[in-house]
């Protein structure tokens, strides 16, 4: 399995320098070959390359490798458009958002991430230091630190390329590491995982992780930006930003604490894990004015990732099922009826009478679902007549 590894580097004041010259010269060249390739319409690796490899050299000052990685970034770029406007998610082709990204060339920032093989930068795990490619030459022994955990996996799985990045001042290497995937054990039984906004997270075993700290969080936030944004000075500005960001960290810490804590439960009672399959779920729900700010804010994607990685790498069974009618449905006789949720919180069948948390009982139907689905997914493939 895929996994990566943030290391914070330590450079002196002189590898400063380099490493920032370095960003901005490997961006700049980006943005020339997004230029080329959006006015040729040429995306593939290999025919841009040809286009524009002597200029990228000659005029940028890189070297022979990193002008590759410059092209290869370029081309990511724009398969990852691509895919982002098969899948609708910058709206149809009349909107703004569509038409301003198919109206003009990629755009990098000056200090934007940049990929580098091992080529351009090599490690030195026993004594935690590298050695990498910059426009003023080979910069070597620049020190870097992390967790325990972080550095063993480092030096024991690090495989392919590392991306160079700054952010906030503090300059980071993050390496992709490639880990043996865990034998994953056969479930005695599941845990049905309901996401929401209210509730983060009900399992069917009953424990409710709560979003009323988050969701009073997240207006505080909202004022104090609004504050600083009246303001309109260049330090208010670089303060929103700052927020903004300690916002993101806040509720990617809590999706962190909560997925390690169901998956800890579901490894040591011998479950799987089961949550519902979400996608789309923006475009197919209308709110009201005052509901929209908590819903786009709403991170159920990455928790349904922690969930999935966390597990895979216990060994735990996950598996994503269909959540239609998952509030609505009654775990006992089956009855599916709106009315079944007369509020947000409760659930009443009005066949059978079962009564509970809305929230308990869409974790036990995500559970029941799971028990179905895993029969076919585990279940031997036919052979051919």
Same mark, same amino acid.
């Given at each position: 399995m895929k996994l990566v590894v943030q290391v914070k580097l330590l450079p002196s004041p002189e590898q400063v320098a380099a490493l920032e010259a370095t960003l901005r010269a490997c961006n700049r060249a980006a943005d020339h070959v997004s230029r080329i390739a959006f006015e040729t319409g040429v995306r593939d690796r290999n025919g841009l390359q040809k286009l524009v490899y002597a200029d990228v050299k000659a005029a940028f000052g890189l070297s022979a490798q990193p002008a590759v990685r410059v092209v290869k970034k #370029? #081309? &990511?770029?724009?398969?990852?458009?691509?895919a982002s406007l098969k899948a609708g998610r910058l709206g149809g082709p009349s909107s703004k958002r569509y038409r301003k990204a198919v109206g003009s060339p990629a755009v990098f920032r000056p200090e934007a991430a940049q990929p580098f093989d091992d080529r351009c930068l090599s490690w030195q795990t026993d004594v935690r230091t590298v050695s990498i490619w910059t426009v003023d030459g080979r910069m070597r022994g620049i020190p870097y630190t992390g967790s325990a955990d972080q550095l063993n996996t480092l030096a024991g799985y690090r495989k392919g390329e590392s991306d160079l990045v700054r952010r906030g001042g503090k300059w980071f290497l993050i390496a992709t590491c490639d880990l043996p995937d865990p034998e994953v054990f056969e479930p005695v &039984?599941? #845990?049905? #995982? &309901? /996401? !929401?906004?209210?509730?983060?997270? @009900? @399992?069917?075993? !009953? @424990?409710?992780?709560?979003? /009323? /700290?988050?969701?009073?969080y997240r207006p505080w936030q909202a004022r104090k930006r609004a504050e600083l944004q009246a303001k309109r000075t260049r330090s208010a500005t670089r303060r929103m930003a700052r927020r903004a960001k300690k916002e993101q960290r806040h509720a990617t810490h809590l999706n962190h604490g909560i997925s390690k804590e169901i998956v800890s439960v579901a490894q040591r009672t011998g479950r799987g894990i089961a949550v519902e399959l979400l996608d789309g779920i923006r475009d197919r729900v209308r709110l009201r004015r005052d509901q929209r700010g908590a819903f786009s804010s709403w991170r159920f994607h990455q928790l349904g990732q922690h969930l999935a990685y966390k597990a895979k790498m216990?060994?735990? +069974?996950?598996?994503?099922? &269909? %959540? %239609?009618? @998952?509030?609505?449905?009654? +775990? /006992?006789?089956?009855?599916?009826?709106?009315?079944n949720r007369p509020d947000r919180d409760h659930f009443c069948c009005r066949r059978c009478g079962l009564a509970g948390p809305a929230d308990h009982v869409a974790g036990v139907n995500v559970r029941n679902r799971a028990r179905s689905a895993w029969v076919f997914v585990t279940a031997p493939v036919p052979a051919p007549a």
């Open positions: #370029v #081309v &990511d770029a724009y398969s990852a458009l691509a &039984d599941w #845990v049905g #995982v &309901d /996401r !929401g906004i209210v509730n983060l997270a @009900t @399992t069917s075993d !009953g @424990t409710n992780y709560q979003g /009323r /700290r988050l969701a009073r216990a060994g735990v +069974p996950f598996l994503e099922v &269909d %959540a %239609a009618y @998952t509030s609505q449905r009654c +775990p /006992r006789c089956g009855h599916t009826e709106k009315a």
